[in-house]
């Protein structure tokens, strides 16, 4: 009892102050005299470990994404179906690759969050997560070169110490095809690069890449009086990929991410409608504990502002200024 609890102690000051010898020593001695935890439970208590191996609970993303994700049945369908696949592959020949698509505020950063949490419990934050923005961490034309080298040695880095680490790039059609170009070769069909093997790493790429004609496809089906659950990925890859994927002015096409075949799935967001802008509403108040008042709901919402000009469906910036415009009421 008071011998445990001292090695507890010893080994919580010890993960304080950061030095992993006596980490390990105050927690092998605190196992020992506790006895009934492993080492690894209690030092993974204390410390964050890459559990490689750890299976991904797939009903409970699928509840996290059908309860949190607002008018994305696509996007949700194809995230569920890729994480899976990949996770229960014990042999990937190569990471997995997702790139998201859509509209601003529609969710892509929001679905990223939600599948990190899935794959690393601490997500962002965690250790074995890394999101990179473009325009904040490679804002300069003329320092391409040195990104490069440094993205190299971090990812290499970065997945030698955990292989199933997870790197998001934001604003992907703002990154310098250079940029891309040096995160290509981690993507590929290697069994290994330079002695790392890459293929339990999961690579999330976001842009409003196509946007506009994911949105004109939704628009369609709107004004064909068709219910928007019903757009398949059928209706919209023949579209995406003339707009997106030959389109020659776009990142992703420069970097032959795609004609290589790198790319394992295209997600569509849909833009939000009025409906969905209320439930992002609703979901903040709730994360907020504050009760639901239906009357500052409808206000925030009508608040946001809608395109196209005449029929006023999908709200412009999605649900991107709801919290803050919460604060308002
Ligand atoms: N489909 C959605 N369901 C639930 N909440 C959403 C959805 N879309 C957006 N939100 C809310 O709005 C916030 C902003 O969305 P998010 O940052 O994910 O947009 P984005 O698609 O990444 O936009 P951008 O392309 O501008 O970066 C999220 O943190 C989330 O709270």
């Known amino acids: 009892g008071r011998a445990a609890a001292v090695g507890l102690l010893l080994a919580a000051r010890a993960v304080a102050g ?130 490069q080298d440094q993205l190299q040695a971090w990812i290499r880095g970065n997945v030698s110490a955990c292989a199933s680490s997870v790197f998001i790039f934001d604003e992907m059609d703002k990154l310098h095809p250079g940029i891309i170009d040096a995160i290509k070769p981690f993507l590929d069909y290697y069994e290994q690069v330079d002695g790392v093997s890459f293929r339990k790493a999961i690579f999330i790429f976001l842009s409003n890449a196509g946007g506009d004609l994911i949105t004109k496809i939704a628009l369609d089906f709107w004004r064909a009086g068709r219910k928007r659950e019903d757009i398949q990925l059928k209706d919209l890859e023949p579209v995406l990929s003339v707009g997106v994927f030959n389109n020659k002015h776009s990142g992703l096409w420069h970097s032959g991410l795609i004609d290589r075949n790198l790319i394992d799935y295209f997600i569509p967001f849909l833009p939000l409608e009025y409906r969905h802008v209320k439930m992002c509403v609703r979901a903040e108040m709730r994360a ?42």
């Not at 239906?294 to 809608?306: G, L, S």
Request: charged share 25%.
């Open 18 to 147: 950061l030095e992993p010898i006596s980490v390990g020593i105050a927690i092998a001695a605190a196992s020992a005299l506790t006895g009934y935890l492993s080492y690894t439970d209690l030092f993974c208590r204390f410390a964050e470990c890459c559990l490689e191996e750890q299976r991904l609970n797939a009903s409970a993303l699928k509840l996290e994404l059908e309860e949190k994700l607002f008018g994305q049945h696509l996007a949700t369908e194809v995230i569920l179906k890729a994480l899976t696949g990949f996770k229960n592959n014990k042999n990937p020949k190569k990471p997995l690759t997702l790139s998201l698509h859509g509209w601003a505020g529609t969710g892509k950063n929001f679905v990223s969050q939600i599948v990190a949490e899935n794959l690393h419990s601490k997500g962002l934050k965690s250790n074995f997560v890394h999101l990179f923005v473009s325009t904040l961490h490679f804002p300069h034309e003329q320092q391409i070169k040195l990104y």
């Open 288 to 329: 907020r504990g504050s009760a639901i008042d239906e009357d500052v709901v409808t206000r925030v919402a009508e608040e946001m502002t809608f395109f196209p000009k005449s029929e006023k469906i999908y709200s412009d910036k999605g649900c991107k200024t709801v919290q803050s415009r919460l604060d308002f009421h």
